[in-house]
């Protein structure tokens, strides 16, 4: 009795699961609404917050950066199934440009620190290594 107990809680559980996940930033449609050209740095400040990064080469912009996943099964990777990037572009006297609403059709995802570093030429492995040293005797 104790282990049908036990297993209709697990399976209670398991039926409860709801894996999506708001990730970065929460888009308030209104406060997006209300950034206008002209507007000063501070009044987006006010309005938006704080960005989610910002830009560091090539001009002055803001990114607020929101992604939504689902994983449908608790134990397998999320599927990312909305993606949005509100950007703020500022001209040299801290006033808005323009703005930029980016979606998930819009770009690739991708990751912003991945650890990697890419490199030019080829990958060489243990075994190719071993074999070129040998021939070089």
Known sequence: ??????????LAACASYDGTVQHGYVMDQQALSQITVGQSAEQVLALL???STTSTVGGSAWYYISQKTIRRVAFMKPDIV???VFAVYFDKSNNVTRTANYGLKDGKVFDFESNTTPTTGRNVDFLNNLVQNLLRF
């Open 1 to 10: 009795m104790l282990a049908l107990a036990l297993l209709a809680c697990g």
């Open 49 to 51: 917050g704080t960005p």
């Open 82 to 84: 909305g993606q949005r």
